[in-house]
């Protein structure tokens, strides 16, 4: 928790919550998350790891979780963290720089992200490289406190569902979508 409030302070608009996911949250993303029984599950903004928490207990073994966190005090909490499971991979950095083998052969994505916080540009900038890294189908899962941007997660995921919990500081929306076959104006030159 510690880490956590020390990197709201240094950078809020990159972090955008007062505390981490509760476990009521973490665990509606996760029960979303390893629903159909995918292969590789890619977390987004997993912060101080408390959705990471709940993803590693839910998923099966062979399961693998590649996570990214772009604060690097948050990473090294990740790491802590992670150092003995296994068919688990951080990445620390953007995920616009996303390593090159991820690329389609995402079955899940699971968001921390605020998109609040961003701009517009880049949180089409972010929809459009989720939808590059997930595979044909695949789904997007991401909590938010307001319902204000699922129209823009629409135009990259057909809804597939929604829920709300009050057990989250603040209370927090789960978007659940599925991706759409079509690409959109903003498209990632990536090779």
């Known amino acids: ?11 809020p608009q990159s972090i955008g919550a007062i505390a981490p996911s509760s476990a009521r949250l973490a665990q509606m993303m996760a029960q979303r998350a390893v629903a159909d029984h995918p292969d590789v599950i890619l977390e987004v903004g997993a912060g101080d ?3 990471t928490k709940a993803l590693l207990n839910a998923r099966r073994p062979e399961t693998t979780l590649w996570i990214c966190e772009r604060n ?8 802590a963290l992670l150092k003995e499971e296994t068919n688990v991979q951080l990445f620390i950095g953007d995920i616009t720089d ?3 083998a991820w690329l389609g052969r995402v079955d ?5 992200l605020p998109f609040a916080s961003f701009s517009q540009n880049l949180r089409d900038q972010l929809l459009q490289t989720f939808h590059d890294l997930l595979q ?8 938010q406190y307001t319902r204000l941007h699922f129209k823009t997660f629409r135009r990259y ?4 569902s929604y829920s709300f919990t009050f057990q989250n500081l603040p209370p927090a929306y789960v978007f659940e979508g599925v991706q759409k076959e079509e690409k959109h104006a903003y498209h990632l030159n990536r090779r």
């Open 108 to 112: 899940v994505v699971v968001s921390g």
């Open 72 to 79: 690097p005090t948050l990473g090294k909490t990740l790491q």
């Open 98 to 100: 996303f390593p090159p």
């Open 136 to 143: 044909p189908g695949g789904h997007f899962i991401a909590f």
């Open 1 to 11: 928790m510690f880490d956590f409030l020390k990197a709201a302070v240094h950078s």
């Open 157 to 160: 995921f057909s809804e597939h």
């Open 49 to 51: 790891g408390a959705i």
